[in-house]
């Protein structure tokens, strides 16, 4: 038997209208909410994402999830079945921190695979308030799902905001099929 490849799909739109196993947050290390995509998902998500988050920091994340890594929540009121929480870095000009990145996709399909997901949704990790540019983000996320995705998740969608952002998945996802 043959595994096909992990279908990548582009959507624009709102992540948390994915009807998905698991819909990937790009939080904070704090797992408590903050803005953007994370906000977005725990004001959706209800009250028993930032619950099960604070259990979480209770007990294995006392000081708060680190750069790089996932861990995986209830989804609340969200159409999903889980969250995958990661954080991604900051931008730097003086740091290479695009290991960092590239840890946030495949650790959240890592997550995603233990899950039992065979459908992610992820957004473009730290293009956002961390300042990754967007083009740079979009080569990062797409290479990184392309070698790590595990056959049990047959599709990935890259779920991203506006046209800016749908433009510059576009060449990576559309580049290479």
């Not at 797992?31 to 004001?43: E, K, M, W």
């Not at 259990?55 to 000081?63: E, I, M, P, Q, T």
């Not at 929480?85 to 290479?96: A, C, F, K, L, Q």
Request: aromatic content about 6%.
């Amino acid at each position: 038997m043959t595994t096909r490849p992990t279908r990548l799909v582009l959507v624009q739109g709102d992540i948390t209208e994915q009807d998905v196993d698991a819909v990937v947050n790009a939080a904070n290390s704090s797992l408590l909410g903050g803005g953007g995509v994370d906000g977005a998902i725990h004001r959706r998500g209800g009250p028993e994402i930032l619950a099960a988050c604070r259990d979480l920091r209770a007990s294995h994340y006392g000081k708060g999830l680190p750069t790089g890594q996932a861990v995986a929540t209830t989804a609340g009121r969200l159409p999903a079945r889980h969250v995958i929480h990661t954080v991604g870095p900051r931008w730097s000009t003086t740091e290479d921190r695009s290991e960092l990145l590239a840890s946030c996709y495949r650790e959240s399909l890592r997550v995603a695979a233990e899950l039992g997901a065979r459908t992610v949704a992820f957004p473009a990790i730290s293009t956002g308030i961390y300042g990754w540019p967007l083009e740079d983000g979009a080569r990062i996320a797409v290479e990184t799902v392309r070698a790590a995705a595990p056959a049990s998740v047959e599709e990935v969608r890259f779920v991203v905001f506006d046209d800016r952002a749908r433009e510059a998945f576009a060449r990576y996802v559309d580049g290479a099929r």
